[in-house]
């Protein structure tokens, strides 16, 4: 009786031990220090990004009076925008090959292949967006935009709905 239990017992932890691994292979979520792309991270206040690229070539303020917020939005040429809320890094847009690259180096024209030797499979693909997520959330991420199997866009933070 003792043997069979065990027997059981074995084949149940067997079990939940691949099951586990299969879910931990599916996943590709990255963890929330991903999300900082030419060295500016999520979250971060305007003043880090001032002090290390300097001011903006463009600046976009939106005032809303019923939520009592201010979106801001600096550009930095006609590549890179950076939308803030509450004067905090909210998403992180780039869109050519200039320099800025996530923490992981992955940067707009590189082979899709490339991006998923680093980050593994997507969590998500809509359309042409390969999407990795944060661990345990699924508001905040990367979205990488693809054509022609090269990273045309990268977005890091907050993601759209």
């Not at 067997?14 to 979250?43: E, H, K, W």
């Amino acid at each position: 009786m003792k043997r069979g239990n065990s027997m059981k017992t074995w084949k149940i932890f067997g079990l939940t031990m691949a099951l586990t691994a299969a879910a931990a292979v599916s996943f590709a979520s990255v963890p929330q220090s991903a999300l900082r792309i030419g060295g500016i991270p999520f979250d971060a206040e305007s003043s880090v990004i001032r002090s290390i690229y300097g001011m903006p070539t463009k600046v976009d303020v939106h005032m809303e009076k019923e939520r009592a917020t201010e979106d801001s939005e600096y550009e930095y040429g006609n590549s890179v925008s950076i939308a803030l809320k509450y004067d905090r890094v909210h998403q992180i847009e780039v869109s050519a090959n200039n320099g800025w690259e996530t923490a992981d180096g992955v940067r707009v024209g590189m082979d899709i292949a490339d991006v998923e030797a680093v980050y593994g499979e997507p969590d998500a693909v809509k359309d042409d967006h390969y999407i990795y997520y944060v661990t345990g959330r699924s508001d905040l991420g990367i979205d990488i935009e693809v054509e022609n199997n090269r990273v045309e866009e990268i977005k890091v933070g907050k993601l759209d709905k």
